[in-house]
C-alpha cells in the first residue's frame, strides 16, 4: 500500500498556500492508495498568550479559529469526490500540549467525527 500519512492543506498559514486538490491529483497521478491530509487546527488562545513572540508569527504557527469548520468541509468535500480513485483519509496534527489537555479533549469531542485519523506532534517545548 502506497500512503502519505502526514500532508498539508491551503488551510496551513506557513505553507505554500497551493490548492490541496492540486496535491490530491498529483497522489492520484502517482498511484498512491491512501492520503492523510493532517492540518494543524488553531491552537488554543491561553497557548498562545504565553507565547514569547509576536502576533504575526504565532499565527502562522496554525489555523485561525475561524478557519476550522471551513477546513474540515472542504477536506470532506475532496474526501468525496475522488473518492473513486484515493482513500482520502480527514485529519488534523494536533499538538502536544501537556497544559492544555483539556482544550484538546474538547476539540476531538466536537471535531472528531469528521475525522478519520490524527497525528499527535510535539512542536512546543518549554
Ligand atoms: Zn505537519
Redesign the pocket.
Known sequence: MKKDG?T?THFCPHGSGEDTEKFILKAIELNFDSYAL?E?PPLPDSFKSLMPYDEELISLLAMQENDLDDYIKQMLELKSKYKDQLDIRVGL?MDFLPDHISWTENLLNEYGKYLDET?L?VHFLK
Open positions: 502526514h498539508h493532517t494543524h496534527e497525528i506532534s
